[in-house]
């Protein structure tokens, strides 16, 4: 077979693969995250007088887990239903799958009903959707109240100082109802108050203080001069057309004081390895403990050209910060408490990292000296340092200073040194050695050098100690010829 051959069934191949590819490419639907869609053929208001049949849609890419229906008022749920098994899948071109659904609602179950009629649908691992109606089941004699139906859910909330009640509430005859609303302390039952009791203490919502969007209406609540703790909120709704009223009730917390934040930890530690730890766990609130606090920490330093962010820190289990101890200085550190409500309060305290002296050692032609020895050498040789065996603080060895000094005079600077005797006439000198650190604190180790041809050297307190002792007792020896001279000169009777 020849190459040529070979060459144009690998091309073919080669082409044909890639064709098949792209197709395969493009028969794949890409994918979509969007949430269920629900349809219903029903509109808001109708009023209904007999069994209806509900009829409707859903979008989605994959088969809904789980789909259902209610019909409820005031009171509870009135009619239920379960559609999972009798959703068909529809056939057309649509830009996403449709799956058709139907129910009857039997009249015998809700009538008379100022009701809402709810459709949820639920795919997997995620929260169910719903759509909702307002429908009023009734003969033409009945005088309907209005519906009413939150449109959030504020049980889970956490609030301060005010409280946003959002709803939903239609009258038969098309026209504005009234909204009222009372809060009162919760009881270990949520929502489990006299119903007609709280309609007669509950308060007219103002008008002009009630933002209505069709059918849909919003006001506030003012909590700021409550204590921390459980609420319900009721809210009516009525019309003219009705002597009875709808109603919605809801708990929810109130905390409108904030956490008393707490630091507890030593306000020094000496500068080195590790780290020192600053402990808020003593944080706490009121009423509420603490369950949902956030802790910010937040630690700068104090110098002196001004203070410089070090770290932050914040998360609802970060209940303790680490200060690194390998580095010395004067540290702020800040604790923010911040509740579920918002509300927040601060504590600070100062934290003194104490610098740790360097500590000055060296060896002398090989051989390790320590402060205030003598050590003899010829001055015909070189003399050879390293001080590489001082010692510090992780942070601090690397940026050490070295200096020598020859009778307390600055000679040499660096790590290790090579040098010749100095040109002195005496037959010794001081050798010191000084380190400082970045902090230019230092520490300082002195030897005697002293010439091994020059004889037996004396130290120089020695000298001074030879030298008072003798100059006393040439005093002394004056002063006693002095008193003998006296005695000789004859005495006049």
């Known amino acids: 077979m020849s190459l040529r051959y070979i060459a144009i069934v690998v091309a073919s191949t080669l082409l044909v693969s890639s064709h098949s590819l792209a197709q395969e490419s493009t028969d794949i639907e890409p994918f979509s995250d969007d949430p269920i869609i629900i349809h219903i053929d029903i509109s808001d208001g109708q009023s209904i007088t007999d069994d209806v049949m509900v009829t409707g849609f859903l979008e989605n890419e994959e088969t809904p887990i789980a789909v259902w229906w209610e019909i409820s008022d005031s009171h509870g749920i009135r009619s239920t239903g379960t559609l999972t098994s009798?959703?068909?899948?529809?056939?057309?071109?649509?830009e996403r799958p449709r799956w058709t659904f139907q129910f009857t609602v039997h009249s015998e179950y809700v009538i008379p009903c100022s009701c809402n009629m709810i459709l949820f649908a639920q795919e997997e691992s995620k929260e169910p959707v719903s759509l909702m109606r307002s429908i009023f089941f009734g003969l033409e004699s009945d005088y309907l109240p209005p519906t009413?139906?939150?449109l959030r859910d504020v049980s889970d909330d956490w609030?301060?100082?005010?409280?946003?009640?959002?709803?939903?509430?239609?009258?038969?005859?098309?026209?504005?109802?009234?909204?009222?609303?009372?809060?009162?302390?919760?009881?270990?039952?949520?929502?489990?108050s006299d119903i007609q009791q709280s309609y007669t203490q509950s308060s007219i919502v103002e008008p002009g203080s009630i933002v209505w969007n069709e059918d849909d209406f919003s006001f506030i609540v003012d909590v700021s001069g409550k204590d921390d703790g459980w609420y319900d909120i009721t809210v009516f709704s009525e019309s003219q057309e009705s002597s009875d009223f709808a109603f919605y009730c809801i708990s929810t917390r109130?905390?409108?004081?904030?956490p008393s934040p707490m630091i507890n930890g030593p306000i020094s530690s000496m500068e080195g390895t590790g780290s020192l730890a600053l402990d808020g766990?003593?944080?706490s609130d009121d009423y509420w403990g603490i369950s949902g606090i956030t802790y910010i920490w937040s630690v700068k330093e104090i110098s002196a050209s001004g203070v410089i962010p070090v770290d932050t820190t914040t998360g609802q289990s970060t209940r303790q910060i680490y200060l690194n101890l390998s580095s010395s200085g004067l540290f702020n550190v800040t604790l923010t408490a911040v509740d579920m409500a918002g509300n927040s309060a601060s504590t600070s305290m100062t934290v003194e990292i104490l610098n740790m002296l360097p500590e000055a050692r060296f060896l002398m032609d090989g051989v390790e000296v320590n402060d205030g020895d003598q050590?003899?050498?010829?001055r015909d040789k070189s003399i050879v340092v390293d001080a590489s065996s001082s010692s510090d603080t992780e942070n601090d060895i690397g940026?050490?200073?070295?200096?020598w000094r020859i009778d307390n005079v600055p000679t040499y600077e660096g790590e290790q040194r090579e040098f010749d005797w100095p040109d002195l006439d005496s037959g010794g000198f001081y050798l010191t050695l000084e380190v400082i650190d970045d902090d230019y604190e230092s520490s300082i180790l002195t030897i005697r050098v002293r010439d091994s041809d020059g004889g037996v050297s004396i130290p120089s307190s020695l000298v001074v100690l030879i030298g008072s002792i003798a100059f006393l007792s040439y005093a002394l020896y004056n002063r006693r010829k002095e008193i003998d001279h006296d005695a000789d000169i004859p005495k006049w009777v």
Do not use: M, Q, W
Request: hydrophobic share 30%; glycine share 4%; with cysteine.
């Open 86 to 94: 009798s959703i068909d899948i529809s056939s057309g071109d649509f």
């Open 148 to 150: 009413i139906y939150p």
């Open 159 to 192: 609030h301060s100082n005010a409280i946003t009640i959002s709803g939903k509430s239609l009258t038969i005859d098309g026209s504005t109802p009234d909204i009222r609303a009372i809060i009162e302390n919760s009881d270990d039952v949520r929502c489990n």
């Open 254 to 258: 109130v905390d409108n004081n904030p």
């Open 281 to 283: 766990s003593e944080t």
């Open 375 to 378: 050590f003899v050498v010829s």
């Open 399 to 403: 940026s050490l200073r070295y200096i």
